[in-house]
């Protein structure tokens, strides 16, 4: 009986009815590759892609009798960055009218484009927009193909096409770069100076474009006003280049001329837009076709060492991190930056600084950006001292903005909090604020380091009420307003906010202390305890913190505090 429902159970797994799908037959079967397909669809639900693909690669003989088998074996080829290898198993598989489903059409096409096959290309798409039906994303990927082959074809820009919003905006800016249109610059900077999307990674585009333009005046002229410390890594990179007068570097990695930049970039983008909603599998599956159309853009490979990163897939995530050399300063920044997180993950806090101070001091010439980068690694070891030392070097050595120059100040001044210098706390977030005023992680800080204290009670909570205003949806401020509530004994109110800061944030030992506070206060004492008790189950409380919940749970607040 329980082999029947076993049976069962793989034979539901294995039906599947897609929408490019003809038929599934499970006839000519034998048990062992039906065992082996079986094992890598597993390993390959579990994110084990390695031993997916070679379960099956042992099982080829199902390709010509289960259509979705080539889908998986085809899918585990591309994250394994197996990308040729996949495209010509497809092409073998076409001449069998075994090409039901989306990925091989855009293996096929994107080969097509890679070799120059515009007129295949445009039918592979043509012929795959008539069996998508449903996936929208999927479609819009089809239709902006298909309005790129054909800008590449007429050498013109279509008159109409479908609107993706702005994908379909970004892909007219490269299209008109392409067609060297007259408008390209203006499209260039609609894109940079969008307020409510953060697009600063075509800022690195447009520069590309005026230096191939060979209009360098313009260029040093809009990177004199870049600041490594608060720039994307690419950005940065391209700002060193340009600083060390290595223009050239540009155009070997990316010209808008190159049709299949074009293409890598556009799959790039869908790479990204995947990373931001965590499906890191998809999002890597995309930056391997990007890479298979542009393999000269390595630093795009820094999405998918993210990606590993995030999915806690270390060794694969140091793998990809190999490619970025000494060579390039920013990237090979960021990949020791990363390996030290790394360490920190399977090691510990001070082996992690360790490794990077130590990759630190080998840099003959490291830049305010590094030092910045530094001094954080100490801040977030508890390192105080160090942390300040290197604070204070760019607020002393270098030339920045009253805007950096507030956080940095903001950054020190919360060193000097942690290790009891009031002073110089307060001298440090009061001149950050007087820069920027209206920071309201600044008026946070400041505002909850005054409460601990018993310290401008009453000005405190103006300035935690001025960052509500600010960011009435951060659950820190939400947490610092309600506890200043907590302290004037306005509890009904404290307790309407610190509720939503744990709706916000459910795994916050602090959050959950205050709200349990609160609730006895409000006579809810079941309640109060069991908040309480569930902080002892959560990350981040230290000892003292462990020792008054445990006092709480017993004897209750009055007799804690």
Not at 546 to 556: A, S
Request: with cysteine; aromatic share 14%.
């Amino acid at each position: 009986m329980l082999k029947k429902i076993k049976i069962f159970f793989i034979l539901l797994l294995l039906y599947q009815n897609p929408v490019y799908s003809k038929s599934n037959n499970f006839s000519n079967f034998n048990s062992k590759d039906f065992s082996k397909y079986f094992s890598g669809i597993i390993s390959y639900n579990n994110n084990n892609n390695p031993k997916a693909l070679e379960f099956f690669e042992s099982s080829k003989i199902l390709l010509k009798k289960h259509e979705p088998f080539l889908e998986k074996y085809v899918s585990s080829l591309i994250l394994e960055n197996k990308v040729q290898k996949a495209i010509n198993l497809v092409k073998k598989n076409r001449a069998n009218q075994n090409l039901i489903f989306f990925d091989s059409y855009l293996l096929l096409i994107i080969d097509n484009l890679k070799n120059g096959k515009l007129e295949e290309s445009l039918n592979l798409v043509s012929e795959a927009l008539s069996k998508e039906k449903g996936d929208r994303l999927n479609l819009a990927i089809l239709e902006t193909l298909k309005q790129y082959i054909l800008v590449f074809k007429e050498k013109r820009l279509l008159k109409e096409k479908k609107d993706f919003g702005q994908l379909s905006f970004i892909s007219e800016t490269f299209q008109r770069c392409y067609l060297n249109n007259d408008k390209t610059e203006s499209f260039f900077l609609n894109l940079i100076n969008n307020e409510t999307l953060n697009l600063s990674r075509y800022t690195y585009f447009y520069l590309s474009f005026l230096v191939e333009k060979k209009r360098i005046d313009e260029v040093k002229k809009i990177t004199n006003e870049i600041e490594f410390i608060n720039s994307p890594l690419l950005l940065s990179q391209g700002k060193d280049w340009i600083d060390k007068g290595e223009f050239y570097k540009f155009n070997e990695i990316f010209s808008c001329k190159n049709r299949n930049d074009l293409i890598g970039e556009f799959l790039f983008l869908i790479s990204n837009l995947y990373s931001s909603q965590d499906d890191f599998e998809k999002s890597n599956y995309y930056i391997n076709l990007s890479n298979f159309s542009n393999p000269k853009f390595t630093f795009n490979l820094s999405l998918i060492a993210e990606n590993y990163y995030l999915d806690e897939n270390y060794p694969q995530t140091k793998k990809i991190l190999k490619k970025f050399s000494k060579n390039e300063n920013f990237y090979y920044w960021y990949r020791l930056k990363k390996e030290a997180q790394i360490i920190a993950k399977q090691k510990n806090n001070e082996q992690s600084l360790k490794y990077l101070v130590n990759k630190f001091k080998e840099i003959k010439k490291p830049n305010e950006k590094f030092i910045f980068d530094i001094a954080n690694f100490y801040k977030n070891s508890k390192k105080y001292n160090d942390a300040i030392n290197n604070y204070t070097k760019i607020i002393d050595n270098y030339e920045i903005s009253s805007l950096i120059k507030s956080d940095l100040l903001y950054r020190r001044g919360g060193c000097f909090e942690r290790m009891g210098d009031y002073i110089k706390a307060d001298k440090d977030l009061l001149t950050s604020l007087k820069l920027n005023p209206d920071d309201a992680y600044v008026l946070n800080y400041l505002a909850y380091s005054w409460l601990e204290r018993d310290y401008k009670i009453n000005e405190a909570i103006e300035m935690l009420e001025t960052a509500y205003e600010f960011e009435k949806d951060d659950p820190y401020i939400i947490d610092s307003i309600g506890w200043a509530y907590f302290l004037i004994e306005d509890y009904t109110k404290a307790e309407r906010l610190l509720k939503r800061a744990v709706e916000l944030m459910p795994d916050d030992p602090i959050v959950n202390d205050h709200y349990g506070d609160i609730l006895w206060k409000l006579n809810r004492k079941i309640q109060a305890r069991y908040f309480w008790i569930n902080t002892l189950q959560m990350d981040g409380a230290d000892e003292e913190m462990l020792d008054k919940i445990n006092f709480k749970i017993i004897n209750g607040l009055k007799k804690s505090l």
